[in-house]
């Protein structure tokens, strides 16, 4: 690969939980992650957004507004060649209907509160962005 790639990522909540993603491929295999994944030709990246929560999790929901732009670069090893470059878009969400359940590329999905996100996050950007969902659109009603 020797470019960027665009991907979108979507903070969803409901209440005070937040939904993560078990990560089923690299990169950040069985990491903790927010749903998202890259952008198909000739799809806006809102378009996508959605799309992939409903794809990785079943949920749907509605946008509230785009977080933060994060480049996620990633050596195939610490301190290795940089392999992967992606671009990440990353909106808040808020939760209309479904209940989690792991699809396409996800292993797991579920609902947490936001400590135990925190916890369970390891990559400090996403921690950050998710921080960011909570401080902008606050807990909102399920």
Not at 64 to 70: A, H, N, S, Y
Not at 97 to 105: K, L, R, T, Y
Request: glycine share 10%.
């Amino acid at each position: 690969m020797s470019h960027p790639v665009p991907t979108v990522g979507v903070v969803c909540l409901r209440g005070d939980e937040v939904l993560l993603i078990r990560r089923g491929t690299p990169p950040r295999l069985n990491q903790w992650s927010l749903p998202g994944g890259r952008l198909e030709w000739g799809e806006t990246a809102q378009a996508a957004a959605l799309r992939e929560l409903k794809e990785e999790t079943g949920v749907e929901a509605e946008l509230l507004g785009l977080i933060d732009v994060v480049d996620g670069v990633f050596p195939a090893r610490p301190g290795g060649e940089i392999t992967r470059h992606y671009v990440l878009i990353d909106y808040a969400a808020r939760w209309l209907s479904g209940e989690p359940q792991a699809g396409d590329d996800a292993a797991e999905a579920r609902f947490v509160s936001r400590d135990e996100a925190m916890a369970l996050v390891e990559w400090d950007e996403t921690r950050r962005v998710i921080a960011e969902a909570y401080e902008r659109f606050g807990v909102l009603e399920a």
